[in-house]
């Protein structure tokens, strides 16, 4: 692993391995995403950009590279995209499809994120 991550002291350091999300905490992750969006229009604003980029949760369940899930979130493409799928379902359910947007890295390596075939993957 080459990624390393900032400390609350300004400090690079290597982080820690990260454990897999149960299934059973990843419909909890969609809440909060629904929950955010139900804040966001009560505080006034036009709409939401999905950030699914850049390695974060979302990047990190979509690309193979660092998805090495055998469940119904990892695999193949539609598993892969699972996660977002619910998550920008649960945003529209609040804002509307007209008003939700996805922002996607498709070449993006930060944090040795990477996709054996993103011409599939980022051509759907």
């Given at each position: 692993?080459?990624?390393?991550?900032?400390?609350?002291?300004g400090?690079?350091v290597?982080?820690?391995?990260?454990?897999?999300?149960?299934?059973?905490?990843?419909p909890?992750?969609v809440?909060?995403?629904?929950?955010?969006?139900?804040?966001?229009?009560?505080?006034?604003?036009?709409?939401?950009?999905?950030?699914?980029?850049?390695?974060?949760?979302?990047?990190?369940?979509?690309?193979?590279?660092?998805?090495?899930?055998?469940?119904?979130?990892?695999?193949?493409?539609e598993?892969?995209?699972?996660?977002?799928?619910?998550?920008v379902?649960?945003?529209?359910?609040?804002?509307?499809?007209?008003?939700?947007?996805?922002?996607?890295?498709?070449?993006?390596t930060?944090?040795?994120?990477?996709d054996?075939?993103?011409?599939?993957?980022?051509?759907?």
């Open positions: 692993m080459t990624s390393q991550v900032f400390t609350d002291a400090e690079m290597d982080p820690v391995t990260p454990r897999a999300l149960k299934p059973e905490e990843i909890n992750i809440e909060q995403y629904r929950q955010g969006s139900q804040n966001a229009l009560a505080a006034g604003f036009d709409g939401i950009e999905i950030h699914s980029a850049n390695g974060y949760l979302l990047d990190q369940f979509l690309q193979d590279g660092t998805n090495q899930r055998t469940d119904a979130y990892g695999g193949s493409l598993n892969r995209t699972r996660l977002l799928m619910e998550v379902e649960s945003i529209t359910s609040i804002f509307g499809a007209e008003r939700v947007g996805v922002r996607l890295s498709p070449h993006g930060f944090n040795d994120i990477s054996s075939n993103p011409n599939e993957l980022f051509l759907l």
